[in-house]
Each structure stands twice: as C-alpha cells, then as structure tokens.
C-alpha cells in the first residue's frame, strides 16, 4: 500500500530547455536529466526519511505522513486528519531541512531499458544514492526522457521510487 502511495505522488513531470544542448535522441544518462530526475525524487526522499525519522522519534507516528499523502492524492483537506503526532511530525522536518542542505545524490547503474526513436523517448531503470551527514540511502528509480518535437526541451517522468 505504502509503495503504491509513493508511485502515486512521484508521477509528476518537469522539462528544461535548451537550445541545441540535446543530440536529436532522448538520453537516460545525460546531465540534464540527471538533474531533472533529481528535482522530481529528491521531495520523495525526503519524505522517507522524515518517515524514518519519526519512527525513531516515536514508533508508528510516520504512519501520520503516509496518511497526509493519501489525503491530498485523492484531493482530501489535510486539516481534516486527525493527528497525535503533528510535534514528532515537525521535530523530524526540522532535522530533514538541516541534513538536506548538505547533501549529495547520485544516479548509479543508469540502464535503458526501452527506446523508441520515433517518439525521441527512453525507459530508464538507476539505482539512487543519497548521502547525508548523518544517513545514507539507495533506492531503485524508474523514469522517462523524452524530447520535445523541436528538440530544444527534454521531459522527464518519475514513475517509481522504492
């Protein structure tokens, strides 16, 4: 359930331009979408490891982010969760936004794992690694690079963050 929670939030899209720092094909490794992938993980991560830290504060509290998610997935007013936890919920934010100014990720083992050069799109399969002064993660990342018709903007997508 939770897994599928986090697949949910993470489809989300995001493009850059620019004019002809592309070669005319959609790319898994290239440094624009590695930026890009980035930007759309890096809130996720850091919801998990808010969740991690709760639990360590408080067991079963991170259940509260689970249930705030699944509130505004399915258009829910966050204000009508009820929730014990909203201080350990704040006190772990509050380490997360200190151990995220600080911190290094990196896509590793980048594979392709479709093409279809008539849409200029790829599939792309990578392993994430995060490194915070204080923790360490990987996670398994699935996503999309697609090139606009005129080449000058690439689309990536999230689809899956375990």
Known sequence: MKNKIVSIALVSLLSMSFSGCFNNEASCSGSTEAQLVEEIALPSIKDKFIY???NDIEPMSGVYLYMKKLASTVGGDNKNVKNQYEETYNKASEEAEKEFQNYKFELEGI?????????HQVECS????VKLASYEGSYNIEYSSQLSDDK????VEVSSLE
């Not at 990578?126 to 690694?129: F, S």
């Open 52 to 54: 991690q830290k709760m």
């Open 111 to 119: 594979r392709t794992t479709s093409k279809d050069k008539e849409l």
């Open 126 to 129: 990578a392993t994430v690694k």
């Open 152 to 155: 000058n903007s690439v689309y």
